[in-house]
T-cell receptor
Framework: DGGITQSPKYLFRKEGQNVTLSCEQN?????MYWYRQDPGQGLRLIYY???????QKGDIAEGYSVSREKKESFPLTVTSAQKNPTAFYLC?????????????FGPGTRLTVL | GQQLNQSPQSMFIQEGEDVSMNCTSS?????WLWYKQDPGEGPVLLIA?????ELTSNGRLTAQFGITRKDSFLNISASIPSDVGIYFC????????????FGGGTRLMVKP
């Protein structure tokens, strides 16, 4: 069945380590997005990609990096430069600018840095 | 970036009551979206609104795209315990790369 998958569901890392969060979609969507959610807060955009091999910074890109080598995949790396990485990370995808472009979300990854 | 003011921040209601929440913006949007998020899960799209003045229903949910394009509301009729969660509004502007701007969320609690 079609959808967006994120793995793992929970992730623990030591301070100073880089960590990569996976996001895969089989919806044939062109655009993919990464958001960060802190407790009791709304969603803030980290990075987005509207087409393969292209991506743009969102509102809070510092300390994060992404790649978009395949249409289906948009991994997010949380680097040691991110000062407060503990958060709930959400990946989303959409058809892209050619359609109404509604975003659909994956189940999220909760990252805890110890 | 743009800010969406979503209110109320939280609501604690009795099962069977109707619920109303809204979002306002200082800027216009082309699309308004309403999502529901259960604890530890990703947001699920409830209703999408594409035209100013549009009123759309999805079961017990009704949402409207304000005439000024700067606001939207979501109503839930006859609430049930599974309505518990956080409801987010999001505005989308086509000439800004279709990015979404999210409200801060309304946490709904339903007492059986």
């Amino acid at each position: 069945d079609g959808g967006i998958t994120q793995s793992p569901k929970y992730l623990f890392r030591k301070e100073g380590q880089n960590v990569t969060l996976s996001c895969e979609q089989n919806l044939n969507h062109d655009a993919m997005y990464w958001y960060r959610q802190d407790p009791g807060q709304g969603l803030r955009l980290i990075y987005y990609s509207q087409i393969v091999n292209d991506f743009q910074k969102g509102d809070i890109a510092e300390g994060y990096s992404v790649s978009r080598e395949k249409k289906e995949s948009f991994p997010l790396t949380v680097t040691s430069a991110q000062k407060n990485p503990t958060a709930f990370y959400l990946c989303a995808s959409s058809i892209g600018p050619r359609g109404t472009d509604t975003q659909y979300f994956g189940p999220g990854t909760r990252l805890t840095v110890l | 970036g743009q800010q969406l003011n979503q209110s109320p921040q939280s609501m604690f209601i009795q099962e069977g009551e109707d619920v109303s929440m809204n979002c306002t913006s200082s800027s216009i949007f082309n699309t308004w979206l309403w999502y529901k998020q259960d604890p530890g899960e990703g947001p699920v799209l409830l209703i999408a609104l594409y035209k100013a003045g549009e009123l759309t229903s999805n079961g017990r949910l009704t949402a409207q795209f304000g005439i000024t394009r700067k606001d939207s509301f979501l109503n839930i009729s006859a609430s049930i315990p599974s309505d518990v969660g956080i409801y987010f509004c999001a505005g989308q502007l086509r000439n800004a790369g279709n990015m979404l701007t999210f409200g801060g969320g309304t946490r709904l609690m339903v007492k059986p």
